[in-house]
């Protein structure tokens, strides 16, 4: 893939895309990976891969144990992913409303923005409610499957909800068409109420709906908002007879523009 690029566009460093590959193979609650893993998840030869490790080793931005052999994200990447965070104003404001609506709810409240065809969790607060998955901030979760998703899809632009739409469609080949339907429904359903919600579909345990937010600060991208909690304390009828429409009104308090 890096090598079709390269071709297209002569300003595309393909060692570096490599590089970023590598560091973007790592996931969130895992203790390290071994060259050879890094090679199966990027599709890289394990050769380069050892080259890209040593470098990026070399760089602080990944850590190496000399016992096992596995490669853990280091210090360096922590650095950038404060200032990424810390570059986005409407945490600051979200965050202690996040904070009293978890707690006033019982649920837990997170603020996404898109990445590809996925959500990557900017802020997150809990309640005492225990839910089975335990996001917290840098998570990925999918657009098409969970409520924070659903809520940024129907919020995007018509050419950008299109070139996601292509992007989806590679990503799950044959079961696009029915998750194409779900997505539609999604989208009519925020045009007609204000909110998406994915009972039970994302995990079967855990109940939620999601908001569109636009960002109030010019320039940053347009995230979206959701309330989750665990299907043995709520129905789908008290999330949207209840939760939504305080959701809602959060995220107006939050930026003035969301529906």
């Given at each position: 893939m890096t090598e079709e690029h390269d071709d297209k566009d002569r300003l595309f460093v393909t060692a570096l895309a490599r590089g970023l590959t590598v560091l973007s193979a790592f996931r969130s609650g895992e203790s390290g990976l071994s060259n050879q893993e890094l090679a199966r998840r990027t599709g890289l030869p394990k050769s380069t891969v050892s080259?890209?490790?040593?470098?990026?080793?070399?760089?602080?931005?990944?850590?190496?144990?000399?016992?096992?052999g596995f490669y853990r994200l280091?210090?360096?990447?922590?650095?950038?992913?404060?200032?990424?965070?810390?570059?986005?104003?409407?945490?600051?404001?979200?965050?202690?409303?996040?904070?009293?609506?978890?707690?006033?709810?019982?649920?837990?409240?997170?603020?996404?923005?898109?990445?590809?065809?996925?959500?990557?969790?900017?802020?997150?607060?809990?309640?005492?409610?225990?839910?089975?998955?335990?996001?917290?901030?840098?998570?990925?979760?999918?657009?098409?499957?969970?409520?924070?998703?659903?809520?940024?899809?129907?919020?995007?632009?018509?050419s950008e909800r299109a070139r996601l739409d292509e992007e989806l469609a590679s990503r799950y080949g044959g079961n696009w068409p029915p998750i194409k339907s779900r997505l539609d429904a999604a989208l009519q359903q925020c045009r007609e109420l204000g909110y998406t919600s994915s009972f039970?579909?994302?995990?079967?345990?855990?109940?939620?709906?999601?908001?569109?937010?636009?960002?109030?600060?010019?320039g940053q991208p347009p995230m979206s908002l959701n309330a989750s909690g665990p299907a043995a304390l709520f129905t789908a009828e008290r999330f949207e007879r209840d939760i939504a429409p305080a959701l809602q009104q959060m995220a107006r308090r939050i930026a003035p523009g969301a529906a």
């Open positions: 080259r890209l490790t040593h470098t990026l080793t070399q760089l602080g931005y990944l850590s190496h144990e000399a016992d096992s280091g210090l360096a990447v922590l650095e950038l992913g404060s200032v990424v965070l810390a570059s986005y104003d409407v945490r600051r404001a979200a965050a202690p409303l996040m904070r009293e609506f978890a707690l006033a709810h019982n649920v837990s409240v997170s603020l996404a923005m898109r990445d590809g065809s996925d959500m990557v969790y900017l802020e997150t607060c809990r309640s005492a409610a225990r839910v089975s998955v335990q996001l917290t901030v840098g998570s990925r979760v999918p657009v098409a499957t969970t409520a924070i998703g659903r809520a940024c899809y129907a919020g995007l632009g018509a039970g579909e994302f995990v079967p345990e855990v109940m939620a709906v999601g908001v569109p937010l636009p960002s109030p600060i010019p």
